[in-house]
T-cell receptor
Framework: AQSVTQLGSHVSVSEGALVLLRCNYS??????LFWYVQYPNQGLQLLLK??????LVKGINGFEAEFKKSETSFHLTKPSAHMSDAAEYFC????????????FGKGTRLSVIA | GAVVSQHPSRVICKSGTSVKIECRSL??????MFWYRQFPKQSLMLMAT?????????EQGVEKDKFLINHASLTLSTLTVTSAHPEDSSFYIC????????????FGEGSWLTVV
């Protein structure tokens, strides 16, 4: 079975500060890993995905994540937070890319303080 | 990225009635669609997986007679909540994937259902 643990249900950073959202996964097979962002009352937007190619994945809006197999982690980072980054972020894992459903973490709400 | 559209975005229905939510892939053929339910401030819970032309596979605990899922074409899946009750009120989100998306899963905007 696959699972995802997101450490910290709420993270607060100052505008311009580093954003670090933590995600650890459990998977019996090589995982596909995703980060999605959800703005209030909206669906999910894909930020980035890891599908066994480069371990450092760059996504949209300046976000990136690094796959570390030894640590079973896929943390999301952004060097400088912007007010518009305030949202809910979900880490997800799947066995395959597209044909199997995503298993989501509980989400981390990011607040950005001016 | 690819576009997945849900309709309606918000719907209010009376208890005991049925309501249908549509999920369309606008610019690709969705061979697989997934339906999720999300309660306020919580994560997404997978309800079912549907492949075009096949019966949906429901997750444990999801009543298939209550949540009817149809995926009759490569661009449309529907979720019908039958005999709705107030506890069915929730945010329902569909997602879709296909070979043209590189097998990446894209999500719709979600549909708020309120049963009164």
């Amino acid at each position: 079975a696959q699972s995802v643990t997101q450490l910290g249900s709420h993270v607060s950073v100052s505008e311009g500060a580093l954003v670090l959202l933590r995600c650890n996964y459990s998977s019996s097979v090589p995982p596909y890993l995703f980060w999605y962002v959800q703005y209030p009352n909206q669906g999910l937007q894909l930020l980035l995905k890891y599908t066994s190619a480069a371990t450092l994945v760059k996504g949209i809006n300046g976000f990136e994540a690094e796959f570390k197999k030894s640590e079973t982690s896929f943390h999301l980072t952004k060097p400088s937070a912007h007010m518009s980054d305030a949202a809910e972020y979900f880490c997800a894992v799947s066995r395959n890319s597209g044909n199997t459903p995503l298993v989501f973490g509980k989400g981390t709400r990011l607040s950005v303080i001016a | 990225g690819a576009v997945v559209s849900q309709h309606p975005s918000r719907v209010i229905c009376k208890s005991g009635t049925s309501v249908k939510i549509e999920c369309r892939s606008l610019d690709f053929q969705a061979t697989t669609m997934f339906w999720y339910r999300q309660f306020p401030k919580q994560s997404l819970m997978l309800m079912a997986t549907s492949n075009e032309g096949s019966k949906a596979t429901y997750e444990q605990g999801v009543e298939k007679d209550k949540f009817l899922i149809n995926h009759a074409s490569l661009t449309l899946s529907t979720l019908t909540v039958t005999s709705a009750h107030p506890e069915d009120s929730s945010f329902y989100i569909c997602s879709a994937s296909g070979t043209a998306t590189g097998n990446t899963i894209y999500f719709g905007e979600g549909s708020w259902l309120t049963v009164v």
